[in-house]
Structures are given as structure tokens and as C-alpha cells.
């Protein structure tokens, strides 16, 4: 499951990618960190909250890495040596686990407040693409509520996680960490990569 999801994104990384000294070059392109959109600008400026981090940052910083660990967890690595299991065992390795799940349900606010951009101008932590990037963000502006309901299914379903780790449920974790590989990707293919969304309902 890490591997597909994995394999995806860099697929998509690969097809996007520009050097990045061939797009700062450009300089008629739009930058992404002007609001598209003024119901959300205004919002933004009334909020209490400052967004520092870019999308691509609280990816990057909080969301991959925590998910990443909480995968990596529970694997079973089959190779000519045998059938080798990993587990969490030690109340510390499990607190690891639980520390994660916390971290992913917060990252679902750090998602939802209002005026985050995608990236800030050249700013650009994979996709140096900023046409891209110019894209990603107006999806977001124009379907706000949308990122904030899988926001949502982001918080719940770390929640769920975090719970299984209390009760240190190895099955629950691989059962969940389906599904959170499940709500990475349906937030993606709507903001990210909608182009992959389409190619499948084709199928
Ligand atoms: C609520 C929507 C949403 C959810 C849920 C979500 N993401 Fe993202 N993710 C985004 C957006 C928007 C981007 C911006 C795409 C870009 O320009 O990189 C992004 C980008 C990324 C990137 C690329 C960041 C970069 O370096 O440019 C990674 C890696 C990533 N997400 C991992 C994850 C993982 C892992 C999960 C699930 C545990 C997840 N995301 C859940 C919206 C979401």
C-alpha cells in the first residue's frame, strides 16, 4: 500500500517537474501567493490564525512523515531469508505510533485554516511546476468547503488510529492505515491530480 501510493506520487512528480531554474525564469507567469479568491482572502483576514507553512510544507514537515512512521510500523518484508514481521511491542514503541496519529489529526486543522497557499512564489518544496502549483490553488479557493470535509475524514480517521494504538490493535493499524492511504489519495486526485481521477473513471 506505502509502495503504490508512493510510486504514484513520484510518477506524477516525474511527469511535472520543471527545473527549477527553467520556471523562475519565467517571469509572466502568475504567482500562486496572491488569493484568488476574495471570499477567502476576506475570511483570512479576519482569522485569528497566520498560515507560515505552505501546503506543500505541512505535507512535507507534519502530514508524509507522520503517516510514513505509522506504516512503517506494521510491515512484513518477505525475502530470501524468510517472512520477517515487523510489530510495535514496547509501550514506547506504541506511545511513537500514537504521537503520529495526534500529529496527522492536528495537521487536518493546519489544512482547514483559512488563506494557506500552496506554495509562496518560487517557494516550492517538490512540484517546482508553478502553473501547477497556480492550478492546485485555484481548485482550492474555488472548493474550500471540499478540502476542509476531507480534512475532515483526515481527522477521524487518525482519531481511529490513535485509539488502536491505545489499545495497541496491530490489526486495527494495518485495517486503518488502508484507509488512511485511501483519504490521502481521494483529497489528491480532487486538488492535486484530478487528471488521474478522470483517467480512472474512464476505466
Ligand atoms: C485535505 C486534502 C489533503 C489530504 C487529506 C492530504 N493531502 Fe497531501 N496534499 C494536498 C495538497 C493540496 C497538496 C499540494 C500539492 C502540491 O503542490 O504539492 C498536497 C501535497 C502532498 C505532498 C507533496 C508535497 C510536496 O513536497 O510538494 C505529499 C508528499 C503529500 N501531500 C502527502 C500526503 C499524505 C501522505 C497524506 C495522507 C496521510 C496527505 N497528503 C493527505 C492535500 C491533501
Given at each position: 500500500m506505502i509502495y503504490t501510493f508512493k510510486l504514484a506520487r513520484r510518477l506524477i512528480w516525474g511527469a511535472s517537474f520543471c527545473a527549477l531554474t527553467a520556471c523562475n525564469g519565467n517571469s509572466a507567469l502568475p504567482r500562486s501567493?496572491?488569493?484568488?479568491?476574495n471570499a477567502i482572502a476576506e475570511t483570512a483576514k479576519a482569522s485569528p490564525y497566520k498560515p507560515t507553512a505552505t501546503f506543500q510544507e505541512i505535507m512535507d514537515s507534519v502530514v508524509d512523515p507522520s503517516s510514513d512512521f505509522i506504516w512503517g510500523s506494521v510491515t512484513t518484508i518477505s525475502n530470501s531469508t524468510g517472512i520477517h514481521e515487523k510489530r510495535p511491542h514496547t509501550d514506547t514503541e506504541w506511545h511513537e505510533i500514537r504521537r503520529r496519529a495526534m500529529m496527522l489529526a492536528e495537521a487536518a486543522n493546519l489544512i482547514a485554516v483559512?488563506?494557506?497557499?500552496?506554495?509562496l512564489g518560487n517557494k516550492t518544496?517538490?512540484?517546482?511546476d508553478p502553473l501547477k502549483v497556480m492550478e492546485i490553488q485555484q481548485r482550492i479557493d474555488t472548493n474550500y468547503d471540499q478540502l476542509v470535509g476531507f480534512a475532515g475524514a483526515l481527522r477521524e480517521i487518525s482519531l481511529d488510529l490513535l485509539a488502536a494504538a491505545d489499545r495497541k490493535d496491530v490489526t486495527a493499524i494495518i485495517q486503518l492505515g488502508g484507509t488512511l492511504d485511501a483519504v490521502c489519495e481521494s483529497c489528491h486526485k480532487v486538488f492535486w491530480y484530478p487528471e488521474d481521477a478522470r483517467n480512472t473513471e474512464r476505466k
Amino acid at each position: 500500500m506505502i509502495y503504490t501510493f508512493k510510486l504514484a506520487r513520484r510518477l506524477i512528480w516525474g511527469a511535472s517537474f520543471c527545473a527549477l531554474t527553467a520556471c523562475n525564469g519565467n517571469s509572466a507567469l502568475p504567482r500562486s501567493d496572491k488569493p484568488a479568491n476574495n471570499a477567502i482572502a476576506e475570511t483570512a483576514k479576519a482569522s485569528p490564525y497566520k498560515p507560515t507553512a505552505t501546503f506543500q510544507e505541512i505535507m512535507d514537515s507534519v502530514v508524509d512523515p507522520s503517516s510514513d512512521f505509522i506504516w512503517g510500523s506494521v510491515t512484513t518484508i518477505s525475502n530470501s531469508t524468510g517472512i520477517h514481521e515487523k510489530r510495535p511491542h514496547t509501550d514506547t514503541e506504541w506511545h511513537e505510533i500514537r504521537r503520529r496519529a495526534m500529529m496527522l489529526a492536528e495537521a487536518a486543522n493546519l489544512i482547514a485554516v483559512p488563506g494557506r497557499r500552496v506554495a509562496l512564489g518560487n517557494k516550492t518544496v517538490e512540484i517546482a511546476d508553478p502553473l501547477k502549483v497556480m492550478e492546485i490553488q485555484q481548485r482550492i479557493d474555488t472548493n474550500y468547503d471540499q478540502l476542509v470535509g476531507f480534512a475532515g475524514a483526515l481527522r477521524e480517521i487518525s482519531l481511529d488510529l490513535l485509539a488502536a494504538a491505545d489499545r495497541k490493535d496491530v490489526t486495527a493499524i494495518i485495517q486503518l492505515g488502508g484507509t488512511l492511504d485511501a483519504v490521502c489519495e481521494s483529497c489528491h486526485k480532487v486538488f492535486w491530480y484530478p487528471e488521474d481521477a478522470r483517467n480512472t473513471e474512464r476505466k
